[in-house]
């Protein structure tokens, strides 16, 4: 599919969500059809529609979890949340950091629906350091919400958008401050703000080794490849093995590419030795 069709064809989409189904299903509590939380309650959103499984999913879905500490950064609308909370069971914990209040209060919303005890919303932001900055959130597509400059440039291109000033913190600050515990697993899905995250739990990263499940998102300055390219070199760097999910093979920095738009998974090379 050439690249104006496709952009074509996702603005329609999008167009009928937003003015269609999305105001029809706002309220309406059902069982999500597919995905990581398939079998779980939620209230909103097209989650009811069945989907076939992304290679994602599986991958996820096949992760040793329980009893594990599970950071998701970038909540957004908690399906991913929801499959963390019952792939750690009850001994496992996780912890959604969410800074956008509405996303922030659906996920809240569907803890409560299912009757879950093991999650923590925190209503903030992860960076590099701590830090008081502004959230530009698309009115039609809320799940590209992106404290980076040059995506909210983009952003702003798609219509009307809401501006939030959030708060931003490291998890570097907040571990050494006992606000959070170290985690075993870190999930990063936050619109071009990778490197910022990972730069901020850098410590955290060499000392606890946590495994990573990262989506890598296209740089808006004319070098697509430029969030690949610096997530890729700060994850080998310290010791880190990056795999491409969607096709399974080993990621470096001659074929950073390959993993714009996708899923990185990032295991330490210490377990290996």
Known sequence: ???????????????ASRRVLRPITRNMTYTIRHGFARGMK?????????RPSSREVAFLSGLSLRGKIVFDVGGFDGVHTLGFSRAVGPTGRVLTFEPNPDQAEKIERDLDLNNLSNVEVLRIALGREKAIQSLVVPVAEPSMASM??????????MGDSLRHEIEVESVDDLIAQAR?????????????SECEVLRGMI????????TLF????AAEDGDESRFARETIELLTENGYRVDLVEQSCPISLENADRA????????STDSET
Not at 1 to 15: E, K
């Open 180 to 192: 959070i515990p170290k985690p075993d697993f870190v999930k990063i899905d936050v619109e071009g």
């Open 148 to 157: 980076d400059h040059e995506v909210q440039q983009r952003v702003s291109t």
């Open 203 to 210: 410590n955290t990263i060499r000392d606890a080794r946590p």
């Open 42 to 50: 939620t209230r909103g959103g097209l989650d009811f529609v069945p």
């Open 260 to 267: 714009i738009q996708r899923h990185v998974y990032c295991s």
């Open 1 to 15: 599919m050439n690249r104006p069709f496709a952009a074509l064809t996702h603005g329609l989409i999008s167009f």
């Open 214 to 217: 990262i989506e890598i998102h």
